[in-house]
């Protein structure tokens, strides 16, 4: 007697449409998971605020560009002064990047130069897609002084 494991009997084209529908079922859900919200490519305009862990937090008018391509997001216009992009990656509402991105310096705080060097970036759309908050970290060299600093962007 052959051990058929308990499932019943099934023709050859049973079994393949059989095989055919749970194999369509598991693409989209593969296909459905993965990739950013294409709400993400958008210019957004808002405010961008500089927190030095020493001294204090500093705000201004920014504008930030992303396009987005499957799981990443290319981030435009990323520091203060302009300029400088990063690739982050991610999935749904969310996309993270690490590394070292240094932005050219610019006036701020009284200081002539102050250079920011981005470690890691967060971005995150709201739940209803509307508003796009990027959240940074990194070092400044603020007045001649090394700190830590965080940046956060809100934007429409």
């Not at 393949?16 to 919200?37: D, F």
């Not at 982050?88 to 996309?95: F, I």
Request: hydrophobic share 40%.
């Amino acid at each position: 007697m052959k051990d058929d494991g308990g499932l019943p009997a099934m023709g050859h084209h049973a079994g393949t449409r059989e095989m055919t529908r749970v194999l369509g079922a598991l693409l989209l859900l593969v296909t459905s998971c993965g990739g950013l919200a294409p709400e993400f490519t958008k210019e957004w305009n808002g405010f961008a605020t500089v927190a030095p862990s020493l001294g204090e937090p500093f705000s201004y008018p920014a504008q930030l560009k992303l396009t987005v391509t499957g799981n990443e997001a290319t981030l435009d216009q990323v520091c203060p002064a302009g300029g400088a992009s990063l690739t982050a990656t991610g999935t749904g509402d969310n996309a993270s990047w690490s590394g070292s991105l240094v932005c050219d310096g610019f006036i701020a705080s009284g200081c002539t130069s102050v250079v920011l060097t981005y470690a890691s970036v967060r971005a995150f759309l709201s739940p209803d897609r509307s508003t796009l908050t990027v959240d940074g970290t990194g070092t400044m060299d603020l007045c001649g002084l090394t700190m830590s600093f965080t940046d956060s962007f809100v934007g429409k």
